[in-house]
């Protein structure tokens, strides 16, 4: 059902979460292709979502009708798990592989002044606006929609930081230590 001449719709200015849209990250299933993916979090009373939901239903309803029955991972926009203040919003991209066997490349990611995207990885509680394609699917256990991400643009920035998980540990007197260049020898007594 996916029409490739789908309009581009586009997301109010959303806080992110999970942003894989610098590089394609492996799926739960490991035969599925690598895909780029994004939540988008939406306080649930802001008119913004409201419209924005409704412009998903509506989407929904002109794709399937009123009487399809709808799958349980159908719909896109969800409450969030730990705050039913907050809806979350999923788009995901997989990554296609040309017939010459090159691949597509991903969404294109721009910043708050529409200049090509640095590269740097986006952290949690960025700021951004989706550009998206639906596609629409039915399937034995129901019918649905997915939102495919085209494009994001990088209101506010938080960088992705990996925590150095050993900055927690202390020195510890008379342990092991890895020896280094520094500290080997040849069998003469000779630093090397």
Known sequence: MTDSNAKVLYT???EARWAYL???RPQMDPDKPLAWSVDLVF???DPKTIDFHKKL????VAEHGTKKRRSDKGFPLKPDKNDPDL???KFKAQQLVRRDGTTAPGPKLIDA????WDGSAIGNGSKLIVAFKLHAWDRPEGCGISLIPRAAQVVHFV???EE?????FEEQAGGYTVPGVADEFDEFGDEL
Do not use: H, R, S
């Open 57 to 60: 239903e509506d989407a929904f």
């Open 12 to 14: 109010p200015l959303a």
């Open 87 to 89: 809806l979350v919003c």
């Open 43 to 45: 306080p649930a009373g």
């Open 22 to 24: 610098i590089e394609p």
């Open 164 to 168: 150095d998980a050993t900055e927690g």
């Open 159 to 161: 960088p992705y930081l």
């Open 113 to 116: 002044k529409k200049q090509p």
